[in-house]
């Protein structure tokens, strides 16, 4: 019997799905610790929750799913890159896990970061946010060569998912776009 080691087992993607089901009540704390200070700030207690929960929410959502696509392959470091750079192309090659998995990469910054962020309250821009992550994990998979292919078509998912994303929570972000999300409110009578 082989035994690995933690490194080998959290380089899995059931790994990546243990720990983040793992981390959740973790999770839940952070969120309850940040709504508490909020609050005890003058933040109203709806706000205050509002905002911890979409950020915790951005990172635990969001992070997973980029630690799944920085897996190394097979032969990473022994390949040079692969880029692709024709689009459509490789899309009608992925399995539809593969086109799922990467409309959910920034899904939850999709739907989170304009309940969050009043400056990205709109479709427009959290689809330039995601794009522009997306490229930036498209680079890194290149330049640390992982034995990926680095595809303008993993660019093009990832960005919709989170624009769908956005267009998921719109109702909620829109109500609340003529307000800064980054401003503390007070409770009245404070």
């Known amino acids: 019997m082989i035994t690995r080691g933690w490194p080998d087992w959290v380089g899995t993607f059931?790994?990546?799905?243990?720990?983040?089901?793992?981390?959740?009540?973790?999770?839940?704390?952070?969120?309850?610790?940040?709504?508490?200070r909020r609050s005890a700030t003058g933040t109203t207690p709806a706000w205050a929750w509002r905002t911890s929960l979409a950020e915790v929410g951005?990172?635990?959502?969001?992070?997973?799913?980029?630690?799944?696509?920085?897996?190394?392959?097979?032969r990473a470091g022994d390949v040079p890159g692969r880029v692709s750079l024709v689009p459509?192309?490789?899309?009608?090659?992925?399995?539809?896990?593969?086109?799922i998995g990467n409309l959910l990469v920034f899904a939850a910054l999709g739907f989170l970061a304009p309940l969050r962020f009043a400056a990205l309250a709109s479709v427009p821009r959290v689809l330039a946010l995601a794009a522009g992550c997306s490229a930036l994990v498209?680079?890194?998979q290149y330049v640390l060569r992982l034995d990926r292919v680095s595809s303008v078509d993993d660019v093009l998912l990832n960005s919709?998912?989170?624009?769908l994303a956005a267009l998921a929570s719109r109702r909620w972000w829109r109500a609340t776009a003529g307000t800064s999300s980054d401003r503390p409110r007070t409770a009245p009578g404070r």
């Open 14 to 36: 059931t790994g990546v799905a243990f720990v983040t089901v793992a981390v959740l009540p973790l999770v839940a704390l952070t969120v309850w610790a940040l709504a508490r």
């Open 58 to 74: 951005i990172v635990y959502g969001t992070v997973p799913w980029v630690w799944m696509i920085m897996l190394p392959g097979e």
């Open 88 to 99: 459509l192309r490789d899309l009608f090659t992925m399995s539809s896990g593969q086109v």
């Open 138 to 140: 498209e680079t890194a």
């Open 160 to 163: 919709a998912g989170a624009g």
